[in-house]
């Protein structure tokens, strides 16, 4: 609602003002009344029904830049960025996609073993983990066209900050995929 927005963007605005902010500044010459902030309001995804992971615009072992790099689980992501899941894998091959072949390269089936889902119950704890179910554990959390999908979008956005930046920009990216459409 418009109330909780509002107060989310104070809390925001307001996180320039923290002792540690101010002391960045000071630390580092920024003038106080020049630094700019803005606050994303984006349409919420129920990927606790659905998946979320982590894509790379490199192969992350080895530096390999033409390969898209996909890790994806079921539930929200937290489980991913924090490495407390074994996500799948899935590659695919930049320049084989710019040449029309959609595509995933290679793929290894995680473990999945837990994944974090709102919590029912009203509180302060909004969220929980929760075992993943057998047959869920057994399956990729995304389809080979949805990882094409994604690796398409990583491909458009380290293509626009590598123009912007004049020089190769590799990307990490946090995606989530609503499991209720």
């Known amino acids: 609602g418009g109330a909780p927005l509002i107060e989310a963007c104070r809390r925001c605005m307001a996180s320039l003002f923290t002792d540690r902010a101010v002391q960045y500044r000071i630390n580092h010459g920024f003038d106080h009344l020049q630094v700019a902030l803005s606050v994303g309001v984006m349409k919420m995804v129920r990927s606790d029904t659905g998946a979320s992971g982590v894509m790379f615009t490199l192969d992350t072992e080895s530096g ?102 004049g020089r190769p920009t590799p990307m990490d990216i946090e995606w989530a995929l609503d499991g209720e459409d």
Do not use: C, W
Not at 109 to 130: C, D, F, P, Q, S
Not at 133 to 152: H, N
């Open 64 to 165: 390999f830049r033409d390969v898209v790099l996909i890790t994806a689980a079921y539930g929200l992501g937290e489980n991913v960025v924090q490495g407390a899941v074994d996500p799948d894998e899935l590659y695919v091959h930049k320049h084989s996609l710019a040449r029309g072949y959609r595509h995933v390269l290679r793929r290894r089936l995680g473990g999945k073993a837990i994944r974090m889902v709102y919590a029912t119950r009203k509180g302060a704890v909004t969220t929980r983990n929760e075992e993943t179910p057998p047959e869920l554990r057994g399956r990729f959390a995304i389809s080979d066209e949805q990882a094409v999908r994604l690796a398409d979008m990583a491909v458009h956005i380290e293509s626009h900050y590598t123009s912007r930046n």
